[in-house]
């Protein structure tokens, strides 16, 4: 069908993720399936199935060009370096870069909802990336990511051992998906036929106010959960304090503020458009999570 299909950051959370949706679906044989990343070691367990590892480092351009090659179809994650500014970008043009040398055929890359808006401070590597995989020619599908769902489970359990939750967001509005949604939908874009050149914003059913989110955490738990509303400099400060490093203190932040503005304001059904299901609506995410939220 769609040729070779190749997952970068395979040994990730997401990427994993990725490999077991196309895996489940049956569409593709894991002999057609090529999973990539700087320790293929991690991807022991995916080999012994039959998917092909490759070395391939963002930080290696040539380990990028053999990496790819003989790809059809190629899914570059996002890497996760925040705290060096430029570096994102540098890895995700040579990765697509990469992909044009090795002259697949469609790129498919996992990017944020609105980023030519937004206040976040990587929001510009979001934007720079797309920009230059359309610059290339190669047909492509931009994969908006809405934040996860599991985002929150980082967060939320000092919150409620300590019933507040500070946030700058206000009233504005912010809609969460599943990760394993969002890996679906892209195991969907990547084994599709299409050449057509897409961009899809992948969002919750729903999108809540901090205060609403905080009721349905309170109604999973059965813990009292108050939003104290502060300011970006309050928050900031109460970040600091708690000892989060230097350089995540305003990315997170600007998480707030950016909801704050209405930039995370959006629902939309393209994930139900690529997996043919509808994704877990934040309450039932809540509730199959308690344990974890309660820690």
């Known amino acids: 069908m769609s040729g070779r299909l190749l997952v970068t950051g395979a040994a990730g959370q ?5 490999l077991d949706a196309l895996l489940a679906s049956g569409k593709t044989k894991p002999a057609d399936i090529i999973a990539t990343s700087r320790d293929i070691a991690k991807l022991a367990d995916y080999a012994a ?7 391939a ?9 053999r990496a790819f090659a003989g790809a059809d179809r190629i899914l570059i994650i996002s890497t996760d370096v925040l705290n060096e500014p430029g570096k ?25 909802p609105q980023p030519e808006a937004s206040v976040i401070p990587f929001a510009s590597d979001h934007l720079g990336t797309e920009e230059a995989i359309k ?21 939320l359990p000092h919150a409620l051992a300590a019933g507040q939750w500070f946030s700058s967001a206000g009233d504005g ?23 057509e050149s897409r961009t899809y914003t992948l969002t919750g059913t729903q999108a809540l106010t901090t ?24 928050l900031a400060g109460g970040l600091k304090n708690a000892g989060l490093p230097d350089f995540f203190v305003p990315i997170l932040v600007s998480f707030d503020a950016n909801t704050r503005k209405g930039h995370f304001d959006i629902v939309t059904d393209d994930t139900a458009g690529l997996t043919g299901r509808h994704p877990i609506d934040l309450a039932s995410f809540l509730e199959a999570n308690r344990a974890a939220l309660a820690h």
């Open 14 to 18: 997401f990427g994993k993720l990725v």
């Open 49 to 55: 199935k039959g998917v092909e590892t490759r070395a």
């Open 57 to 65: 480092d963002f930080d290696d351009p040539a380990s990028l060009e």
């Open 88 to 112: 994102r970008l540098k890895q995700h043009l040579a990765a697509v870069e990469a992909a044009r040398k090795a002259a697949v055929k469609h790129i498919l890359y996992t990017s944020m």
């Open 135 to 155: 610059a290339t020619g190669i047909p492509y599908t931009i994969l908006r990511n809405a934040w996860y769902m599991e985002n929150l489970l980082l967060s």
């Open 173 to 195: 509005r912010i809609s969460h998906i599943g990760r394993r949604d969002l890996a679906a939908a892209a195991a969907s874009a990547l084994q599709s036929d299409s050449a």
């Open 211 to 234: 205060g609403e989110i905080a009721a349905l955490v309170a109604k999973a738990t059965g813990k009292k959960l108050e939003v104290v509303h502060v300011s970006d400099e309050a």
